[in-house]
């Protein structure tokens, strides 16, 4: 049976991402690709659909574990009665085959070792041929192949490769695979300590660059560490999770694959970098969303693979129970052809923050500023009509509030670049059209009685997505609609502090069963009421927020409240990405707390 989900930590070599529970086991690792099939699957079924543990031969007294300080390598410590170890997970940054090392170190005592790993290729699901190379243990099964590499003696029963050894105090073993296709040469190893000492370099190289300095920076600094590690190198893409069909109620059928590129998580994640400094990440995804979405903006999909490819159709596993018996087990995800007009704004959003930080010079717009103009023109045509909206409703198309203000954005951010930075563009009829679609707005997605926002026009219901429309700038933060949603969305969707997106009950998102509270919409809440002048309350819901890390500082999705534990897909990018927001709103001088906290 899989750990809990909190139990995961992450490593990964910007191609890919293994995930591994404090008891040694990595459960889940896709190769070459972390969109491609994993070889590890257990954390969707059991130990035969693949894993590789590594442990104490005998009963383990305590475990503690922590990344080294701003990398990605990770120390799980375990004592037994004969001593402790410590394993040492990582993955170098690839310039070749992708390498998953294990370096086991005897701290104290003697400690006998054992290490089970259970290669299944294709989800879990295809045993290998093992062979003996000159050099290590050969798995190969149709287009993968990876070579095992441990000075121990190891034996091969039912398509599983055992190997016992003993470790003292002072004493270091490594354990390396390297994945490969079968019809090129066998790789050679790589020598495990300056490998390890490389990676750990490199890592905190790049993560001393953050320029945050605020509190919780530990939290930040990892948050921005995971976004990176989600990074697609090759292309720049950044993939919404590592994870695919983690369920978002234990036992129901909302499981999803996440392994892709949502252009709305994947800009947020570029403001992120850029708050930050990173402009290379940021470069890096402006080339892979001009590659994805060349063409015509209204064939412009909301998601695609980590290479830009369009073609994402959902299907299911039916040799795989699911994560705690949670089925189906989704691979794909047939959300990628909905029409959701928010993903316009939140690139255009990002297109003008790029600039105002200098990620482009004012006076070279190129493609990118062709490509928003088009998109302008194509909001322009589409803003009136109905759409999936940001959750991805699979029951009736809606006008969602939210993604009207979107569209406000696409075309406010327009206006702003042609005034702040001179490009070529209809000035006049930009500023008519933003007004235009303001207006409606303000007539329709507002709930006269309550003088709030509301779910969709015409609808009484919240939704957290309205949190969204302060931090877009839609109206001043004073203004007395945006406290009154502020408050509204709280009183509507809190569960012990924490929000829900929306209640299930009174959205018709065409799915059946509940999901748990959604980190990202209760780290908005806290930029709302830092931006409302509730600062403290701001504050401790921020700290409350950071205690939900789990003991290596990742969030997934989301969290039950009620049986305290995370679910959905691990380690979340969209939770990441609200900490980094949250920790900056806080971070500006503090404000005087004007508005009564709300019962």
Same mark, same amino acid.
């Given at each position: 049976?899989?750990?809990?989900?909190?139990?995961?930590?992450?490593?990964?070599?910007?191609?890919?991402?293994?995930?591994?529970?404090?008891?040694?086991?990595?459960?889940?690792?896709?190769?070459?690709?972390?969109?491609?099939?994993?070889?590890?699957?257990?954390?969707?079924?059991?130990?035969?659909?693949?894993?590789?543990?590594?442990?104490?031969?005998?009963?383990?007294?305590?475990?503690?574990?922590?990344?080294?300080?701003?990398?990605?390598?990770?120390?799980?410590?375990?004592?037994?009665?004969?001593?402790?170890?410590?394993?040492?997970?990582?993955?170098?940054?690839?310039?070749?085959?992708?390498?998953?090392?294990?370096?086991?170190?005897?701290?104290?005592?003697?400690?006998?070792?054992?290490?089970?790993?259970?290669?299944?290729?294709?989800?879990?699901?295809?045993?290998?041929?093992?062979?003996?190379?000159?050099?290590?243990?050969?798995?190969?099964?149709?287009?993968?192949?990876?070579?095992?590499?441990?000075?121990?003696?190891?034996?091969?029963?039912?398509?599983?490769?055992?190997?016992?050894?003993?470790?003292?105090?002072?004493?270091?073993?490594?354990?390396?695979?390297?994945?490969?296709?079968?019809?090129?040469?066998?790789?050679?190893?790589?020598?495990?300590?300056?490998?390890?000492?490389?990676?750990?370099?490199?890592?905190?190289?790049?993560?001393?660059?953050?320029?945050?300095?605020?509190?919780?920076?530990?939290?930040?600094?990892?948050?921005?560490?995971?976004?990176?590690?989600?990074?697609?190198?090759?292309?720049?893409?950044?993939?919404?999770?590592?994870?695919?069909?983690?369920?978002?109620?234990?036992?129901?059928?909302?499981?999803?694959?996440?392994?892709?590129?949502?252009?709305?998580?994947?800009?947020?994640?570029?403001?992120?970098?850029?708050?930050?400094?990173?402009?290379?990440?940021?470069?890096?995804?402006?080339?892979?969303?001009?590659?994805?979405?060349?063409?015509?903006?209204?064939?412009?999909?909301?998601?695609?693979?980590?290479?830009?490819?369009?073609?994402?159709?959902?299907?299911?596993?039916?040799?795989?129970?699911?994560?705690?018996?949670?089925?189906?087990?989704?691979?794909?995800?047939?959300?990628?052809?909905?029409?959701?007009?928010?993903?316009?704004?939140?690139?255009?959003?990002?297109?003008?923050?790029?600039?105002?930080?200098?990620?482009?010079?004012?006076?070279?717009?190129?493609?990118?500023?062709?490509?928003?103009?088009?998109?302008?023109?194509?909001?322009?045509?589409?803003?009136?009509?109905?759409?999936?909206?940001?959750?991805?409703?699979?029951?009736?198309?809606?006008?969602?509030?939210?993604?009207?203000?979107?569209?406000?954005?696409?075309?406010?951010?327009?206006?702003?670049?042609?005034?702040?930075?001179?490009?070529?563009?209809?000035?006049?009829?930009?500023?008519?059209?933003?007004?235009?679609?303001?207006?409606?707005?303000?007539?329709?997605?507002?709930?006269?009685?309550?003088?709030?926002?509301?779910?969709?026009?015409?609808?009484?219901?919240?939704?957290?997505?309205?949190?969204?429309?302060?931090?877009?700038?839609?109206?001043?933060?004073?203004?007395?609609?945006?406290?009154?949603?502020?408050?509204?969305?709280?009183?509507?969707?809190?569960?012990?502090?924490?929000?829900?997106?929306?209640?299930?009950?009174?959205?018709?998102?065409?799915?059946?069963?509940?999901?748990?509270?959604?980190?990202?919409?209760?780290?908005?809440?806290? &930029?709302?009421?830092? @931006? %409302? =002048?509730?600062?403290?309350? #701001?504050?401790? *819901?921020?700290?409350?927020?950071?205690?939900? !890390? /789990?003991?290596?500082?990742?969030?997934?999705?989301?969290?039950?409240?009620?049986?305290?534990?995370?679910?959905?897909?691990?380690? &979340?990018?969209?939770? @990441? %990405? =609200?900490?980094?927001?949250? #920790?900056?709103? *806080?971070?500006?001088?503090?404000?005087?707390? !004007? /508005?009564?906290?709300?019962?």
């Amino acid at each position: 049976m899989p750990a809990p989900i909190e139990d995961y930590a992450l490593i990964g070599d910007l191609h890919t991402s293994a995930l591994i529970s404090s008891a040694g086991a990595i459960d889940w690792l896709c190769l070459p690709r972390l969109d491609s099939d994993a070889a590890f699957a257990a954390l969707l079924g059991t130990e035969d659909n693949g894993h590789w543990t590594v442990r104490p031969a005998e009963p383990v007294t305590k475990v503690s574990r922590e990344y080294r300080d701003g990398t990605l390598l990770l120390d799980t410590t375990m004592t037994t009665d004969s001593g402790s170890i410590t394993i040492t997970d990582f993955m170098p940054i690839r310039d070749q085959n992708p390498t998953l090392f294990r370096i086991v170190r005897g701290l104290s005592g003697k400690v006998k070792v054992t290490s089970e790993l259970v290669l299944r290729f294709g989800y879990g699901r295809i045993k290998p041929f093992f062979t003996q190379s000159p050099v290590g243990m050969l798995a190969q099964a149709g287009p993968d192949a990876t070579l095992f590499v441990a000075r121990c003696g190891s034996t091969v029963k039912d398509g599983n490769v055992h190997s016992e050894f003993e470790v003292r105090e002072g004493e270091a073993l490594a354990m390396q695979i390297i994945w490969h296709r079968p019809w090129d040469n066998t790789p050679l190893p790589r020598e495990p300590f300056s490998a390890e000492r490389s990676t750990e370099a490199w890592w905190r190289d790049w993560s001393s660059r953050a320029t945050y300095q605020g509190s919780h920076r530990h939290s930040v600094v990892r948050s921005l560490i995971t976004l990176k590690a989600l990074t697609y190198a090759p292309t720049g893409a950044v993939a919404a999770a590592a994870t695919t069909s983690l369920p978002e109620t234990i036992g129901g059928g909302r499981n999803w694959d996440y392994r892709y590129t949502w252009l709305r998580d994947a800009s947020m994640t570029l403001q992120s970098l850029l708050l930050e400094g990173y402009r290379e990440e940021a470069l890096g995804f402006r080339g892979w969303l001009i590659r994805a979405v060349a063409g015509d903006p209204q064939d412009m999909q909301i998601m695609y693979s980590l290479t830009g490819k369009r073609h994402l159709p959902e299907w299911t596993i039916d040799w795989l129970p699911g994560y705690e018996g949670s089925a189906p087990v989704r691979i794909g995800n047939g959300a990628a052809h909905q029409f959701q007009l928010d993903v316009y704004g939140e690139l255009s959003d990002a297109a003008y923050m790029g600039r105002r930080m200098g990620l482009v010079s004012a006076k070279d717009p190129g493609a990118a500023w062709k490509l928003q103009l088009r998109t302008a023109k194509f909001v322009e045509r589409q803003w009136q009509q109905p759409d999936e909206g940001i959750w991805e409703v699979r029951g009736e198309q809606q006008h969602f509030t939210y993604s009207k203000v979107m569209a406000w954005v696409t075309i406010d951010r327009v206006l702003k670049s042609i005034r702040d930075f001179g490009f070529e563009g209809p000035e006049e009829h930009m500023r008519q059209l933003a007004d235009t679609i303001k207006a409606d707005i303000l007539e329709k997605g507002i709930d006269h009685e309550r003088n709030c926002f509301t779910q969709s026009y015409g609808s009484k219901a919240m939704d957290a997505s309205l949190l969204m429309i302060p931090l877009v700038d839609f109206l001043p933060p004073d203004d007395e609609r945006i406290i009154n949603t502020v408050h509204e969305v709280e009183k509507e969707l809190s569960q012990d502090g924490l929000l829900l997106r929306y209640l299930a009950e009174e959205t018709d998102d065409g799915l059946a069963g509940e999901e748990g509270t959604f980190l990202i919409c209760s780290f908005w809440l806290v &930029q709302c009421l830092a @931006h %409302i =002048g509730e600062r403290k309350r #701001a504050e401790k *819901l921020f700290d409350k927020l950071c205690a939900l !890390t /789990n003991d290596v500082g990742l969030l997934s999705e989301e969290y039950d409240p009620h049986a305290k534990r995370m679910l959905g897909n691990m380690p &979340q990018a969209f939770s @990441h %990405i =609200g900490l980094i927001g949250a #920790a900056h709103a *806080l971070s500006t001088p503090a404000a005087q707390d !004007t /508005n009564l906290p709300q019962d």
